[in-house]
């Protein structure tokens, strides 16, 4: 069979890709690797999806997304997709459940955690080093730990684990948080979470696991430690685009290159969420790429391109 479009990623983006695209008569195949929703599916509480007035667990959002898609006939396979062909008219796509085959693809992948590039990062990770607050929060409860960034992922950490640990450093490399202001006055209220301005971390420290940081002082130079069993660094997302760098442009950072069309440079191929260039990553703007992405879909095949 060929379909009419294949959906790598089953995020917002994808999700919404696959239901107004199914809900348009189209036949769509999904394919992800893990579950449901994607960097959402990780959330605790998503309090800024419209339609939710107590807020939503992320994880139970993507199973929401699914079976809405799932409802009007979208067909979702668990599948790594090792390669694709994007450049014949009918495109391919090779993964561990098969090849398929399909006149449109969307790329929804999405982006991953940004390490920051320590020596000891990797070896260190499931030690001590974690990505994900909601996902290992609770291996620290009671315990010190360090959330390294000062973007709106690392408050909404420093915030979380703040129920959970004894003590949390916020550690920033500037004196002003990037995060969006709605956060002060919840941070100022967090009696447990310590902020740490103009503070590089240089090096982990360990004994098998993490006991503590060593940190930079970006004014004055002078190096300090501080004592922690857990690290959890929220230094920013990089797109998820392996699959597809040689073959699509992308920007200097790495997003494929798509407008509010969501048209590759590839005819037939778009790009929908987090992986796409854009100036705010959200779920309310992914689902939006999900729903222009099948209007340009749709126009793509009716017009004879396929
Ligand atoms: P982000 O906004 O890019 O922030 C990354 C933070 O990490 C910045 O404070 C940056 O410092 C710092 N940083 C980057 N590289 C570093 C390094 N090597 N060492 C130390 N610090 C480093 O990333 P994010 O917080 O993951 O958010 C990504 C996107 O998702 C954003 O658009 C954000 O608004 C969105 N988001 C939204 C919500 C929400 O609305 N509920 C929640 C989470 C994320 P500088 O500030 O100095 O650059």
Redesign the pocket.
Known sequence: MIYDVVIIGGGPGGYTAALYCVRAGLSALLLEKLSPGGQMAV?SV???YPGFENGIDGFDLGQKMKACADRFGAKTLLAQVFSVDLKSDIKKIESSEGVFEAKTVVIATGAS??K??LKEEDSLAGRGIAYCATCDGMFFKNKTVAV?????????DALYLSNICKKVYL????N?????SVYGSALEKAERIEIVWNA??KKVLHENVVTGITVEDTVSGKLSDIACDGVFV????IPNTELVKDVLKTDASGYIIADETTRTDIPGVFAVG?VRTKP???IVNACADGACASKFIEEYIRTGNI
């Open positions: 959330t998503i309090d800024n955690p940004r920051l590039g390294i960034g000062g973007g709106n992922s690392a408050v909404e550690i920033h490399r500037r002003e948080l990037r995060a969006a590089v971390v929220a230094v920013g997302r987090d705010l990553r959200q």
